[in-house]
C-alpha cells in the first residue's frame, strides 16, 4: 500500500491506516554494505511458537533496544519473539542519516508551547541522555559501527531561521536551560561562514553530536541477543492483526501462525496505525529521501568535514548531513520542500525516489559548502534512497503502556529524531514491562499514549498539510 492519506474538497487530510511495508524495498547506502550479513531471512526457529512471555514487533534500532534492555537486565522473560515485516533493520533504522543529534534547545519552544516548561527541559535532556546511553552500550559491547562523537552545527540559512535559531537558545537560557560548555551560539555571518565551510551561512550553533552506521549497531544487539540470550527472531513475518482482551491476553497473527501472549511491545513507527487503530492520525508515515555522496578533493583526506550538520531555512524546512570519518562518504538528506507536502505524508512507498530530489540532493553540496568545486568523474552523488518515518502531532514520540489494554507498550512515532530518542525510551519500555515505575524510566511524561494525547483535537495530517508542521520539529 503506497499512500496512506486522502484530501478531501476543504483542503484537509482524512488519515487512512498505513497498511504493510512493502516486500520489495530498495537498498540504502547502509543496506547495500551489509549484503553478507547472517540476519537476512533468519528464523531462530523454522516455526513460530504459540506462545511467548513477549513478542516485539520491528526490529529496528526501538525492537532491538527493547530486546537487549529486556535480555541483558535483571530477571530476564524466558521467552522473548521479534517479529519482523521484511529484513531485519530495513526499515526506517536501515535508512536513516546515520546521525544521533541530540537537540540542546532549538525545539525548545514549541515544546514548551505543547506541555510546558518542565517537560520541555525533560525532552531536551533526554536527547543528551540518548547519545550518552548510545555512547555506554557501543562501549559496553564492542560494537563496531563506525562510531564517532564530536560536535554538530545548526546553520541559518535565512534571517528566518536566524531568529528562529535565536529566540529558542535565548528563552531556553533564560528559563535556566543549561548551555554553558554545551551549546555555543554563533551571531556573527563571516564567523558562522568560517567555521561552518558554508557559503551562505548567517549565523549558527554548535553543539554535540555523532554519528554512526545504524543497521550495524542493531544487527549487532540482534545478534547477540540471539546467540546468547535466547532471542527468537523471525524475518519476512509481517503481523497481520493483534487482538487483547481484559484480561491482557494477546493474540498476535501472521500468515506463519498465531502467537498468544501476556506482553506485547509495538516496535512499529510509520504502521502503527495498522495494528492499533487508536493511533490513526496520531502517527502518520512521512517519506524521506536521502543520499550517499562522494566529496571532491577539497573535503577528502586531511580537509574531511569535522561537524556534523543542519542547515536550515525558515522554521520548518532543512537539510541534515554527516561526513564518514572512516570512508569520506557524505550521507545528504532533505529537501522536503521540493516535493508537495501531500506527496510525502501518509506515503508508504520506499521502494521508487522522487526525480526531483535525486536532483536537489545531487547538487546540495555545491550549494552549500564553500570550496566543494567541480565533481571529478566518481565523485559526487554515489546513490540515494527513501525512506519511511512515522511522525505526530506535535514531533515527540508515544512512548509506554497502552491505555486500557494492559500486556501492551508502544514505542513509535519518532518523528524522524530517532536516533536521538529511541535507546532511552526503549530501555524504558523494559523496566516497565518488569514491572518498574515511570518515574525510574526517567523518560518525559509527555511521551506517555494518553486519552488526553490520542483524543488531541489535531492529526498529523492537519498539522503538516494545513499548518506546515508543528514548531517543534
Known sequence: MASSFSTIANGTSKPVAPGYPIPDPCLSFWLQGTRSSSLLGHRTTSSLPSEADVVIIGSGISGAAVAYFLLTGPDPPKSVIMLEAREACHGATGRNGGHCRPDCYRGYKGYKGSFGKEQAMKILQNEMDTLNLVN????????????????????????????????????FKADGGLTEGIVEWIPDAEEAKKRTRTTNALAAAEFPAASLWPYKLVAHLLKLCTDKHGLNLQTNTPVKSVSDNDAGEWTVNTDRGTIKSSKVVFATNAFTATLLPEFLGKIAPYKGQCSAIVPTRDFSGDKLLDHTYSHRYGVQDFDYMIQRPKDGIVIMGGGRWEVPVEKLIGNTDDRTKFDVLTKYLAGSMKKYMDGWGEESPGEGLLYDWTGVMGYTPEAVPYVGALHGRPGGYITAGHSGHGMARTMTCSRGIAALIRGESWESTKLPECFQPTPERLNGPKSVEEVWCNEGGPVAH
Open 136 to 171: 555506554e552500550i557501543i562501549e559496553k559491547e564492542g560494537i563496531d559501527c563506525d562510531f564517532w562523537r564530536g560536535l554538530s552545527f545548526d546553520v541559518a540559512m535565512d534571517e528566518e531561521a536566524v531568529e528562529f535559531f535565536k529566540s529558542n537558545y535565548e528563552e
